[in-house]
């Protein structure tokens, strides 16, 4: 498979980054959607148990931070 095609799959439409940074809130759960996994990845933690046994979690005070910051980041967006 050609390493450009399966890139451009994966970003988001313009017209979605455009009514996402005009405030349409089914535009900025779309872009939510869209970075989740990323999202999830930036806020997962090694914690241990009382063994030393590691366990990986979701940290949801850092995961709900990190969508409020991209949210704030969508609406202060200028489109050209």
């Known amino acids: 498979m050609n390493k450009h095609k399966s890139q451009n799959t994966s970003l988001l439409p313009f017209p979605v980054i455009r009514m996402a940074a005009d405030g349409n809130v089914d535009a900025i759960n779309a872009v939510l959607k869209h970075y989740e996994g990323y999202i999830a990845a930036l806020s997962t933690k090694r914690l241990y148990d ?3 046994n590691p366990h990986l979690c979701v940290d949801e005070e850092l995961r709900r931070r990190l ?14």
């Open 50 to 52: 009382e063994n030393g």
């Open 67 to 80: 969508e409020t910051k991209l949210i704030t980041k969508i609406l202060a967006f200028k489109v050209a």
